[in-house]
């Protein structure tokens, strides 16, 4: 049994929102906790299909 894959469209989302996360951050400073929380939300978003 092999686990479902995400969607190349999926994976591009998540792809630029992190390119976006990591832009923003070059100017906001935050630290990584906060970053690595945006990311997983947003992910978490995706993979359920509310983007």
Known sequence: MSEPKLDERKLN???VKVIEIEKSNIINKDPGDTIIENIR???EKVVDGKC
């Open 41 to 43: 939300k947003y992910i």
């Open 13 to 15: 989302l998540i792809k």
